[in-house]
């Protein structure tokens, strides 16, 4: 597998490229675009003078537009890398920028949404394929962006039934340049899948942080002195972006209910399983999930190393 980005590309695969959102991935994108020189002309743009003023000193574009609409006229291909609840109004602020053929891709977490919210605004003979990097972290801001955020990671397409074929595969070779496998699959099927592996376990998360922030019987000091127990690796995923998370469960409310209805029989289960004090049924389903994380390590998705490769030697406490 791959461990940094390919050389650049002998020839750009658009022309003019616009990104709108420069955050975390708004500014990977820039710094993978740039580096392996995917456009001719990189645009960005974002509603936040102080993002628009650090994109600038950090020099990732080419160009930086004070509105969305400056940056998508003229534009080959547009990305909105903006909070999945704002993906309606950027593309109603570009819609009238746009020139024909142009593509219009995305990279939020929900896909049914944004397909609904972006598809009316967008003139006739433009292109919308969405798409969905399987890549991230929990910071935010264009600071916190890298060129290899995508490299070995998946990016799936959720091209609407009629998309034009060229528009799909240029936005293909798009993330498959920056190191990304792609899958192709419909919006709903990606929701559903995603609230499973992505948009249920923040969830968790977030309600067991909180969960332990409220608890009277054991001090905020004791949660944190003993997090190590498994706490902190909860922590990590409750840090990651407020505005983002609220837009995903807010735009994928069905598969997210239908996903936890099933989480809370299984926790129901083993309930009942402590209390009984059914041994055999515990080991079994601790035997099956070790099995998952071991696939998921096999296929490269996370290292082998004991405890994410912390380097323990290093750390003063536990
Ligand atoms: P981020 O770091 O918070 O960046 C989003 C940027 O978009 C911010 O600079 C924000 O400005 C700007 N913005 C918000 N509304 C805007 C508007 N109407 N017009 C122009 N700019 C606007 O977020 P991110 O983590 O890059 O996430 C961006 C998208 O990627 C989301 O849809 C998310 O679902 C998806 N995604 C995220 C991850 C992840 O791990 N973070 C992974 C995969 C996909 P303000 O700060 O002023 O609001």
């Known amino acids: 597998m791959p461990e940094r980005l390919a050389p650049p590309l002998a020839e750009p695969l658009v022309g003019r490229l616009a990104l709108i959102g420069l955050g975390l991935i708004g ?20 509603a936040s003078p102080e993002v628009r003023a650090r994109v600038r000193v950090l020099g990732i574009a080419d160009e930086v537009t004070e509105t969305s609409a400056e940056a998508a006229r003229d534009a080959d291909m547009v990305i909105l890398c903006v909070p999945v609840g704002a993906c309606g109004t950027v593309a109603a602020e570009i819609g009238g920028a746009l020139k024909p053929g142009a593509i219009v891709s995305d990279v939020g977490s929900v896909k049914g949404a944004v397909v609904a919210a972006v598809g009316p605004h967008l003139p006739a003979g433009t292109h919308l394929v969405p798409a969905h990097p399987v890549a991230g972290t929990e910071y935010s ?11 070995n990671r998946w990016s799936i397409l959720t091209p609407p039934e009629g998309t034009d074929a060229g528009a799909t595969d240029v936005t293909r070779r798009l993330w498959e340049a920056m190191g990304a496998q792609v899958e192709i699959m419909t ?7 995603l609230a499973i592996t992505s948009h249920v376990p923040h969830l968790i998360a977030y309600n067991i942080v909180g969960t332990a922030a409220d608890l009277e019987t054991v001090t905020q000091s004791e949660v944190i002195k003993f997090s190590a127990g498994g706490f902190r690796d ?9 505005t983002m998370w609220r837009d995903v469960f807010l735009s994928n409310k069905d598969a997210v209910l239908e996903m936890l209805g099933r989480f809370n029989e299984d926790l ?21 999930t070790r099995a998952i994380r071991r696939g998921i390590i096999d296929i490269g998705q996370e290292t082998p190393e004991p405890d994410f490769g912390r380097r323990h030697g290093e750390e003063t406490t536990d």
């Open 234 to 242: 909860f922590t990590r995923i409750a840090a990651s972006d407020p």
């Open 141 to 151: 801001g264009p600071d916190a962006g890298f060129a290899t955020l995508f490299l």
């Open 268 to 288: 129901a289960a083993l309930q009942r399983a402590i209390r009984w004090g059914d041994g055999e049924a515990l080991f079994d389903l601790f035997a099956r």
């Open 27 to 46: 500014s990977s994108i820039a710094r993978a675009a740039q580096h392996l020189k995917l456009a001719d002309r990189l645009v960005v743009s974002d």
């Open 187 to 193: 919006a709903q099927h990606h929701d559903l899948v």
